[in-house]
């Protein structure tokens, strides 16, 4: 079966700073990947995804995310953050060949500071 | 607009009182998901449908029921709620094609039972 960790739960960073999350899977063969971001009150919003190809994924609003097999990891970074970025973000996986069965981590909230 | 409509956004009920929270789609998708998001848990997938008529348990299906008999919509059924069923809900749908993987969400339903 698919798992997908976020080990960070809250995460605090300056206006203009870097942003990384991290996301860990777990998954047999090559999975599909995503992150979503969820602002409060509101539904979820998909931010990029990776099938295959090339590892480094660029998504909507300045995101972007790399794919690292040999780490099962797939980070969502931002060079610069602003502070409309404070949200809940989740990170999901998708096996390959059951496309409907998607699993989300447990997300990670930011709070960005002025 | 492209949208995954959900109804009632927010919903009170008593224990055991049976309830339908609607979901349609107008994208012509095939596969339609219903999850439930709790704080700390994240979403977890209750149920999920390839296709009309085709459906599959989740992660946690106990307590509900769901039927696709048209394309566009997939309703969600708890025939007896109990409390453990506060939740948020989120209906989704995406196409089953590999370029366009990922799925639109609803708005969500907050359901309260007491």
């Known amino acids: 079966a698919q798992s997908v960790t976020q080990p960070d739960i809250h995460i605090t960073v300056s206006e203009g700073a870097s942003l990384e999350l991290r996301c860990n899977y777990s998954?047999?063969?090559?999975?599909?990947l995503f992150w979503y971001v969820q602002s409060p009150g509101q539904g979820l919003q998909l931010l990029l995804k990776?099938?295959?190809?090339?590892?480094l994924v660029q998504g909507i609003k300045g995101f972007e995310a790399e794919f690292k097999r040999s780490q099962s990891s797939f980070n969502l970074r931002k060079p610069s953050v602003h502070w409309s970025d404070a949200a809940e973000y989740f990170c999901?996986?998708?096996?390959?060949?059951?496309?409907?069965?998607?699993?989300f981590g447990t997300g990670t909230r930011l709070q960005v500071t002025l | 607009e492209a949208q995954v409509t959900q109804n009632p956004r927010y919903l009170i009920t008593v224990t055991g009182k049976k309830l339908t929270v609607t979901c349609s789609q107008n994208?012509?998708?095939?596969?339609m998901s219903w999850y439930r998001q709790d704080p700390g848990l994240g979403l977890r997938q209750i149920y999920y449908?390839?296709?009309?008529?085709?459906?599959d348990k989740g992660d946690v299906p106990e307590g509900y029921k769901v039927s696709r008999k048209e394309k566009r919509n997939f309703p969600l059924i708890l025939e007896s709620p109990s409390p453990n069923q506060t939740s948020l809900y989120f209906c989704?749908?995406?196409?089953?094609?590999?370029?366009?993987?990922?799925?639109?969400f609803g708005s969500g339903t907050r359901l309260t039972v007491v």
């Open positions: 999901a996986v998708g096996a390959t060949g059951t496309a409907s069965k998607l699993t």
């Open positions: 989704a749908s995406s196409t089953r094609d590999r370029g366009g993987y990922g799925y639109t």
């Open positions: 990776y099938f295959s190809g090339d590892t």
């Open positions: 998954y047999g063969a090559t999975p599909y």
């Open positions: 994208m012509n998708h095939e596969y």
């Open positions: 449908s390839m296709n009309v008529e085709v459906t």
